[in-house]
């Protein structure tokens, strides 16, 4: 079972009863967690104004992320590993997918960290919680109080000690050593290595998780400035898309891709050739000769009279 909240921008195909199409997004943002947790994640979402379709368990995250466009995925608040596997996030990360996560369990998968650009060097067992340290100056620390302290929910395992891979930026650590968030995937990709809501300040935990939502979402497709994404204004018909190569027309126009002569709004490929002045003058004097020759032929072989 999900439930989704929606902002006019993105929803509004549900609420026309219609399912957005592949390049129109269900949602801004996919959101995973065991319903065992609130994160902080969905008081985020909700403040920037972002749409999200929020799931409560692996199969349905699967099931989205493979039948449905989402412009990024939150995975946070699982309270135990994943049995049915990651193939599916992998695969999303791997073609370009952008996602902020925190998990507890990445000692455990290896690969599903590789993709994040970490490896998970030790874990914080029931009891040894530490806090989080700013360490470099970065857009997803704006606002955001250091250090994060993290309290001790009684938990077997309440986060992981990570090491950057090459190529990955950690912008904190933990008060003992190892970095706590790290980017990655050239800016697509963050890891937390320690769970949301065991985050004692919960204002605080929101606007770490509105930084990180705006650092990975990419920008909304939206070359005509009305605050929808193109492929929902074409999917849902207030644009055209006569090509069709998946921009609005009134932005192939402004772009210079297409012209419109006659300034009616539509490229002129997707309109009938209509005769120019000179085209017509030309098709008159052509039957104005047809109709002279055939007079002039038609007089010729008249018969003579009697």
């Given amino acids: ?59 349905e995250l699967h099931t989205q992320l493979t039948t449905q466009t989402y412009r990024a995925v939150i995975v946070s608040g699982q309270s135990w590993e994943n049995g049915a596997g990651w193939e599916p996030l992998l695969s999303y990360i791997a073609g370009g997918g952008h996602v902020v996560m925190s998990y507890h369990y990445l000692q455990e998968e290896p690969t599903l960290a590789a993709a994040l650009g970490v490896t998970a060097v ?22 955001v109080v250091s250090p994060i302290d993290v309290e001790d929910t009684g938990a077997f395992d309440n986060g ?5 891979l090459g190529g990955s930026e950690s912008i904190a650590e933990f008060t003992s050593g190892g970095s706590a968030i790290v980017i990655a995937n050239d800016g697509r990709t963050v890891i937390n290595g320690f769970i949301s809501d065991n985050v004692i300040d919960v204002d605080n935990m929101v606007e770490l998780a509105k930084n990180e ?10 070359c005509n400035s009305n605050g929808i994404h193109d492929g929902c204004d074409i999917a849902w018909g207030i ?42 003058g030309l098709i008159v004097m052509t039957l104005l000769l047809l109709t002279a ?14």
């Avoid at 390049?23 to 909700?46: E, G, M, R, T």
């Avoid at 939502?213 to 939206?222: E, M, T």
């Avoid at 402004?254 to 490929?269: A, L, V």
């Avoid at 020759?293 to 009697?306: L, S, Y």
């Fill in 122 to 143: 030790g874990n914080f067992e029931q009891g040894d919680v530490e806090s989080v340290i700013q360490t470099a100056t970065h857009e997803i620390w704006t606002g």
């Fill in 160 to 164: 992981d000690r990570l090491l950057p």
């Fill in 239 to 280: 644009s055209e898309d006569c090509q069709p190569n998946g921009v609005p027309d009134e932005c192939d126009i402004t772009g210079g891709t297409s012209e419109d002569d006659n300034g009616n709004g539509i490229p002129d490929e997707c309109e009938e050739s209509i005769p120019t002045v000179s085209e017509w």
């Fill in 1 to 59: 079972m999900y439930m989704r909240k929606c902002v006019a921008a993105l929803c509004g195909a549900a609420l026309l009863g219609s399912a957005a199409p592949a390049d129109c997004p269900d949602a801004d943002l996919l959101v995973y967690d065991d319903a065992f947790f609130i994160p902080a994640f969905y008081a985020a979402a909700s403040q920037l104004g972002v749409s999200y379709l929020q799931v409560h368990s692996y199969e």
């Fill in 213 to 222: 939502i705006q650092f990975v979402l990419p920008p909304l497709p939206d």
């Fill in 293 to 306: 020759g055939t007079v002039v032929f038609g007089r010729q072989r008249r018969p003579a009279a009697a």
